[in-house]
Every structure is written in structure tokens, then in C-alpha cells.
């Protein structure tokens, strides 16, 4: 699906979000991104926003959960 969004995760401690259209919440234990198509929540330990640009964005830290809401 064109524009939709992109989540790659590497093991528990990366994860790459493209296509993304803001950041919702930022906290050390979640962060909650707004796609074009829903909202993704990963929750964890230690999270933080490496480096984001208007396409994606490196997300590290202890992973534990992804969730997709409508």
C-alpha cells in the first residue's frame, strides 16, 4: 500500500519507523507514533528517539511490546 507506514525491528533494542506522520507521546517507557493508517505504540525500558526526520525514525532501547490501534 502506497504511503503506508514501515516498522522494522531489529531484536528487542531497534526499531525503524518510515512513512510516519508524528509523534503522539514520548516518554521513557512508551512512545506512540500517528501513521497515515493508525497509531503504533511500542512500550519498553529506556526508549529513546535516536533521530527522526519527516520520513522515519530510529527508535532504541529495551523493547518490549508493539501495538497497532485503529
Avoid: P, W
Wanted: glycine share 8%.
Amino acid at each position: 500500500m502506497l504511503g503506508a507506514a514501515i516498522l522494522t525491528v531489529t531484536g528487542r533494542r531497534e526499531a525503524l519507523i518510515a512513512n510516519y506522520k508524528g509523534i503522539l507521546e514520548y516518554e521513557d517507557s512508551f512512545i506512540r507514533v500517528q501513521t497515515k493508517t493508525c497509531r503504533i505504540q511500542i512500550t519498553g525500558a529506556h526508549l529513546a528517539i535516536d533521530y527522526y526526520t519527516n520520513e522515519e525514525m530510529r527508535i532504541t532501547g529495551l523493547i518490549e511490546s508493539i501495538q497497532y490501534e485503529s
